[in-house]
């Protein structure tokens, strides 16, 4: 089982629509949770650290559920610049990250 | 700060070539990190160090070497190149827990 899972999509939504998509972990003892943003041929940059009681920021929502070992990321009022693919990342203890194979979004006008 | 800059950019390599992929960070993170990734895959970890001096093996180490002589850099050495290494390379930083800070990038192409 791979330690981290992702629906690829792409997900295709209209400019203003809500998308949502989860991730899996396998490890029980993770210990820290991210959402990275990768745009075509580009870095993966940090969005958001995901926190136990689930954090906002702005447009993006995430949320940890432990128990059954995902975390989630929703984004609201889609913006064409959110087109990207999005990579749930999972830490295994402080120095090392899993990375999932991302899921893409693509926003349409 | 420029962060975590990477050189070269792009590289054609035949095969059997070899090559080093240089790395380096002014943000004097303790560990840094390499990954590749192959097209419509997640990043998959190469080599990672700890601190200058301490380096260890990630997930797919075969065919490449690390050195981390000073906190600053980390290069990345392809001995031997084959197709199968043809990806983009990515460094990386970071502190203690905390976010990773990644490079632009190396396209490697092996003919």
């Known amino acids: 089982r791979k330690e981290v899972e992702q629906d690829p999509g792409p997900f295709n939504v209209p400019e203003g629509a809500t998308v949502a998509f989860n991730c899996t972990y396998s490890?029980?003892?993770?210990?820290?949770f991210f959402w990275y943003r990768q745009d075509c041929r580009k870095e993966p940059k940090l969005l958001m650290s995901?926190?136990?009681s689930g954090n906002e920021d702005g447009r993006f929502t995430a949320q940890l559920n432990r128990a059954s070992q995902y975390i989630s990321l929703l984004i609201r009022d889609s913006k064409l610049s959110d087109s990207a693919t999005y990579l749930c990342?999972?830490?295994?203890?402080?120095?090392?990250?899993?990375f999932g194979a991302g899921t893409t979004v693509t926003v349409r006008a | 700060n420029a962060g975590v800059t990477q050189t070269p950019k792009f590289r054609i390599l035949k095969i059997g070539q070899s090559m080093t992929l240089q790395c380096a960070q002014d943000?004097?993170?303790?560990?840094m990190y390499w990954y590749r990734q192959d097209p419509g895959m997640g990043l998959k970890l190469i080599y990672y160090?700890?601190?200058?001096?301490?380096?260890d093996k990630g997930e797919v180490p075969n065919g490449y070497n690390v050195s981390r002589s000073t906190t600053e850099d980390f290069p990345l050495r392809l001995e031997l190149a084959a197709p199968s290494q043809t990806s983009v390379y990515f460094c990386?930083?970071?502190?203690?827990?905390?976010?990773?800070?990644f490079g632009p990038g190396t396209r490697l192409t092996v003919l």
């Open positions: 990386a930083s970071s502190g203690r827990g905390g976010e990773q800070f």
């Open positions: 995901v926190y136990s």
């Open positions: 490890n029980s003892a993770s210990q820290s």
């Open positions: 160090s700890v601190g200058a001096g301490i380096t």
């Open positions: 943000m004097n993170h303790n560990y």
């Open positions: 990342v999972v830490t295994p203890n402080d120095y090392k990250l899993s």
